[in-house]
């Protein structure tokens, strides 16, 4: 019902700024929840962020908060993921998703999902 398309991704030196960004079409927007998820090599896909289908709530894992942002533009049908104070840990393939979810944390909560953008932060 929903088409996902993320961009933004690259390499980054540590310490450094992305803003991920994920396209979505097909249906409506605001019926969603949507979330990041990331994936680094030979391990499991975890969550990194999400938010509200009004965009008025945010929860982000441990591991990013006060350093990622999500954020959501309805006119636009996009949602972002503003990454800031990098770290090489950082590296991953990051997910976009989408769903009609109550638990915001495990992966298969999420029935749509983008195709990936590769994030490398050098150290």
């Known amino acids: 019902q929903v088409q996902l398309v993320e961009s933004g991704g690259g390499l980054v030196q540590a310490g450094g700024s992305l803003r991920l960004s994920c396209a979505a079409s097909g249906r409506t927007f605001s019926n969603y929840v949507m979330g990041w998820f990331r994936q680094a090599p030979g391990k499991e896909r975890d969550f990194a962020a999400a938010i509200s289908q009004s965009g008025a709530s945010a929860f982000y894992a441990d591991s990013v908060k006060g350093r990622f942002t999500i954020s959501r533009d309805g006119a636009k049908n996009t949602v972002y993921l503003q990454m800031n104070s990098l770290k090489p840990e950082d590296t991953a393939v990051y997910y976009c998703?989408?769903?009609?979810?109550?638990?915001?944390?495990?992966?298969?909560?999420?029935?749509?999902w983008g195709q990936g953008t590769q994030v490398t932060v050098s150290s």
């Open positions: 998703a989408a769903g009609t979810v109550y638990d915001l944390v495990p992966p298969y909560e999420y029935p749509y």
